[in-house]
């Protein structure tokens, strides 16, 4: 008896495995995604529909309520014939399709209910699969980069499209690869994608709609070296503006010296709005040009500034050693301002230093006579110093921008002349004295004597001279009288001067 049971169910699995077979199993042409709901879509072919009542949607089930894990489960039943694509919207065994995050895979049978009323099934189809897509923006290169998937049969595929800009989307590039990228001219800061599938039979097949935040680039609109002028107490000071809001998260300057064209670069520690670099190892004498560069995270340079130069100032005598200085100087480079005025300013000796003159502002030379400063009969040693400060024309008259430069000095040889006569009893008294017009001189001293080499007069003033008398306060006779004077330079060069002078009256 059980022996003819065992016979009898064998015999029943192989009917019903015979009426499987027999039912013709569909052919699924594609698994994408809606773009409207985001659920995947499934599209499939039958050559003879009409011999079948419809249609059982089956998924790879994950975590599901009541099912075994990683099983195929029947999630829907086409009761048309005639229909041939299906959009999953099911929650069959409290799982719901997520395109979104992963691949979803599915089968299809068809069925058929027979006129003993059973349901006969066919085999399932092959399995298929949504793709995955991921994307990201990368700011250091501002650009979009995308992997995905692929469709699950490589033999169909005609090539692969990016959209952007759903509902309405955009085409934007198409490839053979799984990976791409792309950037954009405007900025959004959230931008939907999806790629698209297209196969050799024309069908299209859409990846999910995933959206990727990106971030912009602010290149500051305000990046400039305002002002550049002698650093207190050494060094020169960089007047720095740089907008707010930027993306600068590293500020770089450059320093090239216009000479040796050495360059040499820092890091700045900066604040947004206006502050003051101090560039203490730069020597106030030579000429540079900096260069402000605004980075953003990524090491990149997203804004330069123009190129600005400190004002180097520089004195000499004319070729004909006349009793005059020449003062040159560079006009500041590609500062945003417009120059106002100049301002020259002396030292003597190394004394304060006090206003001299006020010359156009589009001169870049100046020249002082120095006949009157040697006219007022004060003795200098010959050290000259000079310094301009430049003004700056601003928008704002409480935000006046000025230029020191560094300070430039010269030491003048001595300027002296002896006469060769004295009378003390001339009506000019201008010729009272035997005494030498001088000046630029050290450690003077002038000795007379007589032809015997008797000493009648000494001074370590050049302003005191010898009235002919001799150290008794007896006038000498009339003669010919030697004078030896020594000095030394404002460079500290020694000097002696020997000649003779004429006694009348």
Not at 89 to 98: G, H, I
Not at 107 to 121: A, M, P, Q
Not at 194 to 217: D, Q, Y
Not at 345 to 371: G, Q
Request: net charge negative.
């Amino acid at each position: 008896m059980k022996k003819l049971m065992l016979i009898f169910f064998i015999a029943v699995i192989t009917v019903s495995k015979m009426s499987a077979q027999d039912l013709e199993t569909p052919e699924i042409l594609s698994v994408g995604v809606d773009t409207l709901t985001g659920k995947p879509l499934i599209t499939w072919t039958m050559q003879n529909p009409r011999l079948v009542d419809g249609y059982i949607i089956k998924r790879l089930i994950i975590d599901g309520d009541g099912v075994i894990s990683g099983t195929y489960n029947n999630i829907a039943i086409i009761e048309n014939n005639n229909v041939f694509s299906y959009v999953d919207l099911s929650n069959s065994f409290n799982t719901e399709a997520k395109a979104g995050i992963r691949e979803e895979y599915y089968r299809i049978s068809s069925y058929k209910t027979d006129e003993n009323g059973l349901t006969v099934y066919s085999l399932m189809s092959d399995e298929a699969h949504t793709m995955t897509l991921n994307g990201g923006f990368d700011y250091c290169t501002n650009t979009f980069n995308f992997s995905f998937s692929g469709f699950y049969n490589t033999d169909k595929i005609s090539g692969y499209c990016l959209h952007t800009g759903f509902p309405n989307s955009e085409k934007l590039l198409v490839t053979k690869d799984t990976v791409c990228k792309f950037s954009f001219k405007d900025f959004l800061p959230v931008r939907n994608f999806a790629v698209e599938t297209i196969l050799t039979n024309g069908i299209s097949v859409f990846s999910p709609i995933i959206s990727v935040e990106s971030e912009e680039t602010v290149v500051p609109e305000k990046l400039e070296i305002k002002n550049i002028t002698v650093g207190n107490p050494k060094g020169l000071e960089l007047k720095i503006k740089i907008s707010d809001n930027s993306s600068t998260e590293k500020l770089l300057i450059t320093r090239r010296d216009l000479e040796t064209l050495e360059s040499e670069a820092a890091e700045l520690n900066f604040s947004h709005g206006d502050f003051i670099f101090s560039d203490t190892s730069a020597d106030v004498s030579r000429l540079y040009a900096y260069t402000l560069y605004a980075m953003n995270r990524c090491g990149i340079a997203i804004k330069l500034s123009d190129s600005t130069a400190n004002t180097v100032l520089k004195v000499s005598t004319p070729k004909d050693n006349s009793n005059k200085n020449i003062l040159e100087w560079n006009s500041p480079l590609n500062l945003p301002s417009g120059i106002e005025k100049i301002e020259i300013f002396r030292s003597i000796d190394d004394k304060e230093f006090e206003y001299a003159d006020l010359v156009n502002s589009y001169n870049s030379t100046y020249t002082e006579s120095l006949s009157n400063i040697i006219a007022n009969k004060e003795l200098y040693d010959g050290k000259f110093c000079y310094q301009i400060k430049i003004y700056h024309k601003t928008s704002s008259n409480s935000d006046t921008l000025i230029t020191v430069s560094n300070t430039a000095c010269i030491e003048r040889e001595p300027v002296i002349f002896f006469p060769n006569a004295l009378n003390p009893k001339s009506d000019n008294t201008d010729n009272w004295e035997f005494k030498p017009k001088a000046d630029f001189l050290r450690d003077y001293k002038m000795t007379i004597y007589s032809k015997r080499g008797e000493n009648l007069f000494e001074t370590t003033d050049p302003a005191k001279g010898w009235d002919g008398y001799n150290k008794s306060g007896k006038l000498c006779p009339k003669d010919t009288y030697v004078y030896i004077a020594t000095f030394k330079t404002s460079g500290g060069k020694s000097v002696t001067k020997k000649g003779y002078v004429n006694l009348v009256y």
